[in-house]
Antibody, heavy 122, light 110 residues
Framework: QVHLVQSGAEVKKPGASVRVSCKAS????????VHWVRQAPGQGLEWMGT????????RSAQRFQGRVTMTRDTSTSTVYMDINSLTSEDTAVYYC???????????????WGQGTLVTVSS | QSVLTQPPSASGTPGQRVSISCSGS????????VNWYQQLPGTAPKLLMY???QRPSGVPDRFSGSKSGTSASLAISGLQSEDEADYYC???????????FGIGTKVTVL
């Protein structure tokens, strides 16, 4: 069973940027699309975007375009998401999630990270 | 507010059958498959159902999914206390070019 491990909680001031990382045990991310989903306190899930296995293609939800950057380091099989111009509305738990099938972007997330709480507060 | 409409809550006693609806439109459920996720309190979501009615390995067969037109549903038969969780439907939306989740349904075992 694959385990996705994310970076630790962050506290940021409005206007700052944050980077969240996601790494899998073994090399079990290298051939999969990875997605990012966030959950504001007491709220539902919101898809943010995805990155392909080679890191050469990303797709973001329209509301995050221009503010969210997804990258991956294929040498360490680590995926990153950077969010800039943070506001209090970005306070949420951010999850990485892996596709169910290799090289597939079918939006079926069968493995999730533990979540990273990002708090934006002055 | 989501384009996929779910009831905010559902409940049942142990052993009962509970059904959760997910209503969408022709641009999402009507033209794409539906996935369901279970989120136990304080944990990350877990894939419960994909492709409308396919159970991943390890998901008990008392969970079942279906889709008809622009609506989908998840049924839990033989409700157990460990089923107390939030359940989210999700589908790609062709109009928004976005993967959308329902608002979630909190299932309570009485």
């Amino acid at each position: 069973q694959v385990h996705l491990v994310q970076s630790g909680a962050e506290v940021k001031k409005p206007g700052a940027s944050v980077r969240v990382s996601c790494k899998a045990s073994g090399n079990t991310l290298a051939t999969y699309y990875v997605h990012w989903v966030r959950q504001a306190p007491g709220q539902g899930l919101e898809w943010m975007g995805t990155i392909n296995p080679s890191g050469t293609y990303t797709r973001s939800a329209q509301r995050f375009q221009g503010r969210v950057t997804m990258t991956r380091d294929t040498s360490t099989s680590t995926v990153y998401m950077d969010i800039n111009s943070l506001t209090s509305e970005d306070t949420a738990v951010y999850y990485c999630a892996r596709e169910r099938v290799e090289y597939s972007s079918s939006f079926i997330f069968d493995a999730w990270g533990q979540g990273t709480l990002v708090t934006v507060s002055s | 507010q989501s384009v996929l409409t779910q009831p905010p809550s559902a409940s049942g006693t142990p052993g009962q059958r509970v059904s959760i609806s997910c209503s969408g439109s022709s641009s999402n459920i009507g033209s794409n498959t539906v996935n369901w996720y279970q989120q136990l309190p304080g944990t990350a979501p877990k894939l419960l159902m994909y492709g409308n009615d396919q159970r991943p390995s390890g998901v008990p067969d008392r969970f079942s999914g279906s889709k008809s037109g622009t609506s989908a549903s998840l049924a839990i038969s033989g409700l157990q206390s460990e089923d107390e969780a939030d359940y989210y439907c999700a589908a790609w939306d062709d109009s928004q070019h976005n993967y959308v989740f329902g608002i979630g349904t909190k299932v309570t075992v009485l």
